[in-house]
Structures are given as structure tokens and as C-alpha cells.
């Protein structure tokens, strides 16, 4: 079996184009529309798409909505502040987290968080905590003393801005540690358009966490390991999916987080239905099911998520597409541009 180096997933990026703020306007980014098949490049826009997707396909949207996951606490031991990223609760009270210099942070160690929260970590594994935070704290509680949980890669502290603009505009189902960053071109009025132009658009729900933050550390890109995320797919949208499989209609995904959620779904020619978790790892040599289209942004160099795109387009296209998009200064990442991969 061929060894696929994590390591050829990588590319060179001006620090220029990595985009610190979203557009001025919502739906204003340029579009890097990718023909799998033939390798050809077209720059357009976002405003664009009802003229790039057939009339009669399906679109499928993530309407999970970000939780203000990112909380300062004091540690008790030494005075220092800590950040912490809540990624998921396992129960009441109970919490898988990222920590700042994680290190440091070990098992029993002890943290006052605001409105004279406490918290103590019970479980330690990589760079990721299980802490315990009493009294418990709710969605509530993080929407007060919380932060929009911004990738490190945009270096400015978070801003009322952004708990706008870091959230799609039909997010729905909170419970994600990061946005679901290619839903967030769409605007109201793209989003009609699109449906005045006979494209129907569903929802399924991916909450955003642990595998997506993790890091690939390998060479070996099958050695690499996902975490579980949490995703769900309603009856109606199963069957409206089922139906366009059947009738070849082509199939966007808005986003690697719904090409997860839906591949991971896709059994026996069924999509199933319900609370579900995934850890499936899509990688080149994966065979697609259901998705014929991906929307995406642009993802970072040795990342799962550019793994998953090269896989769809092909490592080659995408690799020749990350230097037109360098070339023609794109936007790269969270609120940078967007590129659709396209079968024709």
C-alpha cells in the first residue's frame, strides 16, 4: 500500500493572505470555481453560485452555531490566566477542552473562572483536558463571559463583530467549538436566489470539535487518528438526499463538515438518520458516495481538511488551485475567499 506523506500536503502561503477580518459585506468573497475533471480554473464570486450550480440540484447546509467556547480562568496554584477552548460536554459539568501551555496544565491542577466558577482537571491526553467546572455552566453562562473561539491563525483578539459574522445566518443548533467557515458567504439573499433558480437547499448538523482541531502529526497520513464528532440528520433530509442519488442529481456540500456528516451517514445505499458520531478520516484514495460539489474555503497546509479536498479534486488540481489562488492573492482560511469543486 502506497504511503501517503502528510508532509506533500503542504504549501507555501504569504502571511499577507491569510484574512485577519471577514469581508466589509457578507457574501462580497471571491469564488475559485475547480473542474475536477478537467483541471480547469475560473475566477468568479460568490454571488455568483446560481450561476455555477444546475437548477434542479440539491445543496446541503451545516446549521450548527458556534458557542462562545473560549473562557480565561486564573490558575489557583500560580495567579497565571489559562485559556480554555471547550470543545464538547461529555455531561453535566464535565468538559473536553484545549488548554493554553498545555503542559502545564496536569491532572488535579485547580482554576477560578468567572463569577467564582471552579474548575479542576480530571483527565489529560495530548494536548486535550477533561475538566470539571462547578456550579455548572451553561450556554448562558459563555454567551456573558465567553469569547467567539477565533482560529489562532487570526491574530487579533475577538471583537462584537465577530459574534456575528463568525456564524453562518442559518445557524440553528448550538454546540460548536469552531464555525463551520464555508456557510459563512452565504447571505439571505444569496440563499433565495439560489432557490428562485429551482436549487433546493436541506440542513444536517455537525457540531465542530475535536476532529477538526487536531493536528496531523504523522508522516504517515494513515497513521493519523480522528476524534469522535457529534452530527445529525433528519428523516426529511435523508430522503430528499436518497432522492437526488436516484435521479443523479448533483449534490453540493457546503463545507468538509456536511461531506463528513453525510458520508458518514450514507450505509447500504441509505443515509441514516438521527444523532449519530463520526471519526471517519477522508483521504486521497476515498471513494465519495453522496456529494458531487464541495463549496469550501481555503484550508491549511497539512490539515485533514485539505487531505479531504485533494481526495475529492484530486491532489494534483488542488495543489495547481492553491497556486492560482496565491497567485491571484485570495483570501486564505476562516473569513478569507471560497473555492466549489465541481464534477462538470
Known amino acids: 500500500m502506497r504511503i501517503i506523506k502528510t508532509s506533500d500536503y503542504s504549501f507555501n502561503l504569504p502571511e499577507e493572505l ?23 480554473l475560473t475566477d468568479s464570486y460568490v454571488k455568483e453560485l446560481h450561476n455555477i450550480l444546475k437548477p434542479g440540484s440539491l445543496l446541503v447546509l451545516n446549521n450548527t452555531r458556534v458557542r462562545k ?41 485547580k482554576y477560578i473562572f468567572p463569577d467564582n466558577r471552579t474548575g479542576i482537571i480530571e483527565d489529560s491526553f495530548d494536548e486535550f483536558k477533561i475538566i470539571r467546572i462547578t456550579p455548572e455552566i451553561d450556554d448562558n453562562y459563555l454567551d456573558i463571559h465567553g469569547h467567539i473561539p477565533l482560529p489562532p491563525y487570526i491574530k487579533r483578539k475577538d471583537n462584537p463583530n465577530d459574534s456575528a459574522r463568525y456564524q453562518t445566518v442559518y445557524s440553528k443548533i448550538i454546540g460548536s467549538a469552531a464555525a463551520p467557515t464555508a456557510g459563512l458567504h452565504f447571505t439571505d439573499e444569496i440563499l433565495n436566489t439560489l432557490k428562485n433558480t429551482g436549487i433546493e437547499i436541506v440542513n444536517i448538523t455537525l457540531h465542530v470539535g475535536l476532529g477538526t482541531f487536531t493536528p496531523i502529526r504523522t508522516e504517515n497520513v494513515r497513521d493519523h487518528k480522528m476524534h469522535k464528532e457529534k452530527y445529525h440528520i433528519s428523516k426529511s433530509t435523508a430522503e430528499i438526499i436518497e432522492a437526488a442519488l436516484k435521479q443523479n442529481k448533483e ?28 471519526d471517519i478520516f477522508i483521504y486521497p484514495g476515498y471513494n465519495f458516495n453522496v456529494a458531487t460539489n464541495m463549496f469550501t474555503n481555503f ?12 481526495a475529492f ?17 485570495y483570501r486564505f482560511f476562516s473569513y478569507g475567499d ?3 469543486v465541481k464534477a462538470n
Open 18 to 40: 491569510i484574512a485577519q477580518e471577514p469581508p466589509l459585506k457578507r457574501g462580497d468573497s471571491r469564488l475559485l470555481v475547480l473542474n475536477k475533471n478537467t483541471g480547469k
Open 69 to 109: 467556547a473560549r473562557i480565561f480562568a486564573e490558575s489557583v496554584d500560580t495567579g497565571g490566566i489559562v485559556e480554555f477552548l471547550l470543545l464538547n460536554e461529555l455531561k453535566e459539568g464535565l468538559w473536553e477542552a484545549i488548554a493554553s501551555k498545555s503542559k502545564k496544565q496536569r491532572i488535579g491542577k
Open 299 to 310: 484550508h491549511t497546509p497539512k490539515s485533514s481538511l485539505i487531505l479531504m479536498v485533494s
Open 338 to 340: 471560497a473555492m466549489i
Open 313 to 329: 479534486a484530486g491532489s494534483d488540481n488542488i495543489n495547481n488551485a492553491y497556486k492560482h489562488a496565491v497567485k491571484k492573492s
Open 251 to 278: 449534490i453540493t456540500a457546503v463545507g468538509t463538515t456536511v461531506v463528513r456528516a453525510i458520508e458518514s451517514a450514507y450505509i447500504n445505499n441509505k443515509i441514516k438518520t438521527g444523532w449519530k458520531e463520526t
